[in-house]
């Protein structure tokens, strides 16, 4: 399996909004509706933020929202504030699990 | 609230093998599947397998078949990777996490990491 594909960096100033994409195949993003999203800040571990494309866990603030269509699922950051400046990372299942290469997002 | 816990970092030379261990607490080990995940140093992630504690069944990702074993002791509730024939691209932050199941296509939470230096 290839991993699914991220733009390697995005930007935006706060209080804008972002969209990371996230495109696979019919064989992963495509067929199944169990895309994930990760955050991960320098030296830390990946913290969950979208399961199932656009269900939030518990404590993720409202801020963060997912979406798919087709072979692409994208995670969308409105409002955006310092603290989001971090890697960002899918996961779509695919009888196995496959992660995309990640996207580093600037907070301006 | 569940907490995973790994064990300390490692340096191992070339062709030998490593095994990390995760501690589980809170929540009801056996119920829930346990999967592994690398991240190489500047690199992305990178699913490995898991395994259900219940069953006792482990399923690893092709790439590291043969070559990765996880097993799993419900009277300690802790989960172990063994990774062997380790190579210099071996190199690597292995993470567990719960999750990676027909109930949880997720991963959450996840322990802090374990760094492996494979090195000669």
């Known amino acids: 399996q290839s991993a699914l594909t991220q733009p390697r960096s995005v930007s935006g100033s706060p209080g804008q909004s972002v969209t990371i994409s996230c495109t696979g195949t019919?064989?992963?993003?495509?067929?199944?509706?169990?895309v994930s999203w990760y955050q991960q800040h320098p030296g830390k571990a990946p913290k969950l933020m979208i399961y199932?494309?656009?269900k939030r866990p518990s404590g993720v603030p409202d801020r963060f929202s997912g979406s798919k269509s087709g072979n692409t699922a994208s995670l969308t950051i409105s409002g955006l504030q310092a603290e989001d400046e971090a890697d960002y990372y899918c996961c779509s299942y695919a009888g196995s699990y496959v992660f995309g290469g990640g996207t580093k997002l600037t907070v301006l | 609230q569940v907490q995973l816990v790994q064990s300390g970092a490692e340096v191992k030379k070339p062709g030998s093998s490593v095994k990390v261990s995760c501690k589980a607490s809170?929540?009801?080990?056996?119920?829930?599947?346990i999967s592994w995940v690398r991240q190489a140093p500047g690199q992305g992630l990178e699913w490995m397998g898991r395994i259900i504690p219940i069953l006792g069944i482990a399923n690893y990702a092709q790439k590291f078949q043969g070559r990765v074993t996880i097993t799993a002791d419900k009277s300690t509730s802790t989960a172990y990777m063994e990774l062997s024939s380790l190579r210099s691209e071996d190199t690597a932050v292995y993470y567990c996490?719960?999750?990676?199941?027909?109930?949880?296509?997720?991963?959450?939470?996840w322990g802090q990491g374990t760094l492996v230096t494979v090195s000669s």
């Open positions: 019919s064989s992963d993003v495509g067929g199944y509706n169990y």
């Open positions: 996490a719960r999750g990676g199941s027909s109930s949880f296509h997720w991963f959450d939470p």
């Open positions: 199932d494309v656009s």
């Open positions: 809170g929540g009801t080990f056996s119920s829930y599947t």
